[in-house]
């Protein structure tokens, strides 16, 4: 059962440029989540999606930022016009079913932006 | 103001010991608490879940302990080896929270020989 995917594992972009970093979430999940980790700190939450809808989005930045889960495929996380201080890790996670006591997020590898 | 707090010293143990990990939190109500496991360029693996109601988990070398009083969850590796060695993450979802995790910067581990 292969696990959550996130490609690519690193992206180099220029300032100015768009950055498109993809998830897959485990078979069976339809429940994604974005995290973001900048050096020396901690993982901060982004948003909460499920398929065609987005659940939370108050972590994300007002402009530049947008993620969507289609019907079919994976899910997107678009950064338009980056900046430097846009470089960081990248985290997806996916889980599968809401429940009110609790639930486990299962996270990929990562995708490591650089802006230069 | 929220704030979870885990020691940003790394922690040095020797092999077999028990290594031991805190995190606080302050102004928080959490439902539930997770514990994950971290490798340099890599992602968050989950370890370990307990929730407001429950006071101690188990999982081979693994304990949790969660004391909603104290505002307090403590992580136990018992026998620790060397590949214990990484940075443990705690992390937390408020009840109604919505399944967003909020988590502490992480304590790194390092078991030596």
Known sequence: NAGVMQNPRHLVRRRGQEARLRCSPMKGHSHVYWY???PEEGLKFMVYLQKENIIDESGMPKER???EFPKEGPSILRIQQVVRGDSAAYFCASSDIISPAGDTQYFGPGTRLTVL | SQKIEQNSEALNIQEGKTATLTCNYTNYSPAYLQWYRQDPGRGPVFLLLIRENEKEKR??????TFDTTLKQSLFHIT??????????????EETGGGNKLTFG????LKVEL
């Open chain 1, 36 to 38: 973001r980790q900048l």
């Open chain 1, 65 to 67: 930022f947008s993620a």
């Open chain 2, 59 to 64: 999982k081979e070398r693994l304990k949790v």
């Open chain 2, 79 to 92: 026998a620790s080896q060397p590949a214990d060695s990484a940075t443990y993450l705690c992390a937390l």
């Open chain 2, 105 to 108: 910067t992480g304590t790194q």
